[in-house]
């Protein structure tokens, strides 16, 4: 059985790989447009890999991974995404549970409810969604979860080892990115890339695992050239720097911000933005920060919005989960 679900997955993802289609051009002729980098048929093969992992790890006596995710507040997306994480959790044989707090809920009051999840031996993993309520401090809040439970990777130690190059659990964003580059075989070593967006949980550990030595002790090292760019880059720069990239991340939440003039021919987009809009039609739907339809004429491969990065990353957290558990039981 196990057999059949490799070969299965070495077959899908290899027509993933190579997926592409054509458009027809102003003058009539037919070209080949990017290869689409399907994050959720991916993340659909990394829980299924995942799922037998853990059905092994708990046959040979240990109980299952525990995850805890607290939510503060009502934010409708956030909401959302804590209840996609449990669905994943229970569909790979983590324990998950949501721990829910209204508006009302103090900082003191979180930061206790946290510590006492860190006592607790039955829990591996602790996660709490941002953003929190104003009057909380979120780099607080994300210091107090104990670093072997923090399966976000935002406490500062995790933060640090990362920096070093050392073994530890990387922010589940940044880890689909890189996750995906491998998995899809795209070249890194020596390349140019350009990382749009330096938030201290996603554009930052992306770009530092981008440019890492790939012999160093973690294994997440890609060895490309990087350029970080952001929000008070002079749109002149950047375009400059990104039609010198071989590979494009992007993570800045700016609807269209990566036209297809700004992308060299052949390059590949990673579009981590996310962003609510209105259609024409008056409906909302979700877009990145890439203009898709255009870019997908000129770059060699690109992620989608929805179904790219997104996806990946609920896997990567699931991942960090399992990775916290074994750690902790010395496994």
């Not at 979860?145 to 964003?173: C, R, W, Y």
Request: hydrophobic share 40%; with cysteine.
């Amino acid at each position: 059985m196990r057999q059949s679900i490799c070969l299965r997955i070495v077959s899908t993802l290899l027509n993933t790989t190579m997926r592409s289609h054509t458009y027809i051009d102003s003058l009539g002729s037919a070209r080949i447009m990017a290869r689409v980098l399907d994050g959720k048929t991916l993340a659909k093969e990394i829980k299924d890999e995942l799922k037998i992992k853990i059905h092994d790890w708990i046959n040979i006596g240990h109980r299952a991974p525990s995850l805890r995710c607290i939510i503060v507040g009502n934010d409708p997306a956030s909401h959302t995404y804590v209840k996609n994480k449990i669905q994943a959790a229970s569909d790979v044989g983590i324990e998950a549970e949501t721990i829910k707090y209204d508006e009302t809920f103090t900082e003191d009051a979180l930061i206790a409810a946290i510590e006492s999840l860190n006592r607790d031996k039955n829990v591996d993993g602790i996660l709490v969604q941002l953003p929190l309520p104003g009057g909380i401090d979120e780099r607080k809040v994300c210091n107090t979860v104990a670093p072997e439970k923090d399966v976000d990777g935002f406490h500062i130690t995790n933060v640090g080892q990362l920096s070093l190059d050392m073994p530890t659990i990387v922010p589940a964003t940044a880890l689909a990115v890189i996750e995906m580059l491998k998995r899809f075989k795209i070249e890194t070593f020596g390349r140019n890339a350009v990382v749009v967006g330096r938030s201290k949980n996603v554009g930052m550990p992306i770009a530092m695992m981008l440019h890492s030595d790939g012999n160093h002790d973690s294994g997440l090292g890609m060895d490309a050239t990087v350029t970080i760019c952001h929000r008070y880059t002079p749109a002149e720069q950047l375009e400059l720097h990104c039609r010198n990239a071989d590979i494009i991340v992007t993570a800045t939440g700016i609807p269209k911000l990566i036209k297809a003039n700004m992308v060299k021919p052949g390059a590949t987009i990673i579009d981590v933005g996310i962003t609510r809009v209105q259609s024409e039609q008056g409906k909302t739907k979700l877009v990145g920060d890439v203009d898709y339809d255009e870019v997908s004429k000129i770059a060699g491969a690109v992620t989608p919005v929805p179904g790219g990065v997104g996806p990946m990353t609920v896997a990567m957290l699931m991942q960090n989960t399992f990775q916290a558990a074994q750690k902790q039981r010395g496994s």
